[in-house]
């Protein structure tokens, strides 16, 4: 995980995560959600195998997926 720092010119930002990797979502934790969006990220949602599924079968667009 990286985080904005005073160096990368976007101090509006320092603090706020700028890169994570490997995210995961707890399935115990989820319940029956589909979707969720991390905190403070704006551009970003995640979402269930199960709704992207529901996504691609009525063939929506605009819609980018990446593996997390």
């Not at 320092?14 to 934790?29: A, E, F, K």
């Amino acid at each position: 995980m990286e985080y904005w720092r005073p160096e990368d010119g976007a101090p509006d930002r320092v603090g706020d995560y700028r890169l994570v990797r490997g995210l995961r979502i707890d399935p115990s934790q989820a319940g029956d959600s589909d979707i969720f969006r991390p905190r403070g990220w704006s551009s970003v949602l995640l979402v269930s195998e199960r709704l992207k599924q529901a996504l691609e079968d009525e063939q929506l667009g605009g819609i980018r997926f990446i593996e997390v």
